[in-house]
């Protein structure tokens, strides 16, 4: 079994920032990529950010110069760091991580998701 527990999220006023984490347990062999993804009421789940296992990130145009997304390889963790937040980055953000419990197939795994709003 493996576990993605999201923390961090909450309500802020427009131009705050927040911190969201989220730590993968159990049976854990090596995590490839992983990221954030939000969905935001009446829309389809998007992606926010990616990093690989290495370090390289990817970001969407929306968060780009706002969002820094990090992670511990040692600790199996995920870290989104959100300035300077806007209105419209009310959602439901969402882990995602690639993992490995064999050391040979992986699988896409999903956080319960955590709430963001962005409100003054």
């Known amino acids: 079994q493996v576990q993605l527990v999201e923390s961090g999220g909450g309500l802020v006023q427009p131009g705050g920032s927040l911190s969201l984490s989220c730590a993968a347990s159990?049976?854990?062999?090596?995590?490839?990529?992983m990221g954030w993804y939000r969905q935001a009421p009446g829309k389809q789940r998007e992606l926010v950010a990616t990093?690989?296992?290495?370090?390289?990130?990817n970001y969407a145009d929306s968060v780009k110069g706002r969002f820094t997304i990090s992670r511990d390889n040692a600790k199996n963790t995920v870290y989104l760091q959100m300035n300077s937040l806007k209105p419209e980055d009310t959602a439901v953000y969402y882990c995602?991580?690639?993992?490995?419990?064999?050391?040979?197939?992986?699988?896409?795994?999903w956080g319960q998701g955590t709430q963001v709003t962005v409100s003054s």
């Open positions: 995602n991580a690639e993992i490995s419990r064999n050391g040979i197939r992986y699988n896409d795994y």
């Open positions: 159990g049976s854990i062999f090596r995590s490839n990529a």
């Open positions: 990093i690989t296992r290495g370090g390289n990130t």
